[in-house]
């Protein structure tokens, strides 16, 4: 009788893992293919704008990226030629139907924001957090060029997120080859 109870418990696990293999490989939503926008090696030159957060500056760096965990997320780096640098997660959230964007920054500060896109056109809205547990409102627009080869980028920062003031302008350029 305990033969036959393990036979059968061996037999339930062969055809539980034979109907496994046949079921088809899950696939990124649609979507999610669109932030395959961002892949690639880029230059980039911002201006911060002056306001309550500082003094403005220009900063330039590079932006590298790729799509990963099987084509699901986009996964980004900047640096600066000075100190700044971030890591960014793109994604999409089946739930809410929106592209969403998590990013965090040698500083301390998070971004999380959520996302659409219309053409060439990515928006972003969401909310930042200093590591001074300061937060804010953000909203960013970027509009890639048809050939997808440079970005204009604007950032908005709004206290309340109802009064919004320009905090960032941002030109991508894709690079012919990666930076070492």
Not at 101 to 111: F, I, K, L, M, P
Not at 113 to 137: C, D, H, I, L, R
């Amino acid at each position: 009788m305990q033969r036959i109870s393990i036979l059968l418990c061996l037999l339930a696990i062969c055809f539980a893992t034979a109907m496994q293999a046949q079921a088809p490989a899950p696939t990124p939503n649609p979507e999610v293919k669109k932030l395959r926008a961002y892949v690639g090696h880029w230059t980039f030159e911002a201006e911060v704008k002056p306001g309550p957060w500082g003094p403005g500056v220009k900063v330039s760096g590079t932006y590298g990226g790729k799509m990963t965990l099987g084509g699901f997320f986009f996964q980004g780096e900047a640096k600066d030629k000075g100190v700044l640098q971030d890591v960014d997660y793109f994604g999409y959230d089946a739930v809410s139907k929106n592209l969403v964007a998590d990013s965090y920054y040698a500083d301390g500060n998070r971004v999380s924001m959520v996302g659409s896109v219309s053409g060439n056109t990515f928006k972003w809205s969401g909310k930042a957090t200093s590591a001074g547990g300061e937060q804010y409102s953000l909203r960013i627009q970027d509009n890639f060029a048809a050939d997808f080869m440079s970005v204009q980028s604007t950032w908005e920062r709004s206290p309340d997120g109802k009064t919004w003031v320009p905090y960032v302008e941002m030109k991508w350029a894709k690079a012919e080859v990666a930076p070492k």
